[in-house]
């Protein structure tokens, strides 16, 4: 029989933009961002084992990142995890202890839980204004090259 470790979350917090977010923090992030967790985990035990980090999203009951870590007798470290802002999620930290990477793991803690709402950016009508009236413009000076082409070609039937 293998000894299972006993990893404990110290402390954990998400960095967006330059900003931490404790647990128990709601925040909003652009569709396509990257948010990276902070987890401090500690092995509580005398022993080395495996561990699995999980992020998990219990408001539409999915995982979104598993990372298997080996811890050292009582060692405490800090981890990222990065994930994407893809939809808006209820986030919480699981912790298991593992007899081997991703291999036979029991829960052995559970961590906070994060707000995430996903927003997607809107382009400003000013920009949407722009774009046509560049495309505007452009269909012109197309509509001008094609006449003076027809004019060039008149001309030349007329000398022939």
């Not at 404990?8 to 931490?20: N, R």
């Not at 080996?70 to 209820?90: F, K, N, S, T, W």
């Amino acid at each position: 029989m293998i000894n299972l470790t006993t990893p404990k979350v110290v402390e954990a917090y998400i960095q967006y933009k330059g900003k931490k977010y404790l647990a128990g923090s709601s925040l909003e992030a652009q569709k396509g961002d990257k948010l990276q967790f902070q987890i401090k985990i500690k092995n509580m035990d005398s022993d080395s084992g495996w561990c699995g980090v999980q992020i998990w999203d219990v408001k539409n009951n999915e995982q979104i990142a598993w990372k298997d870590i080996y811890l050292q007798p009582h060692a405490e470290m800090v981890y990222p995890i990065e994930i994407v802002a893809d939809g808006d999620r209820e986030l919480g930290i699981a912790l298991y202890s593992c007899e081997f990477a991703h291999t036979n793991c029991k829960q052995t803690d559970w961590y906070g839980i994060w707000s995430i709402k996903t927003i997607v950016p809107r382009i400003p009508l000013e920009y949407l204004a722009l774009g046509a009236g560049i495309a505007t413009l452009a269909i012109g000076l197309i509509f001008i090259e094609m006449e003076r082409q027809r004019k060039m070609e008149m001309l030349l039937l007329a000398r022939k």
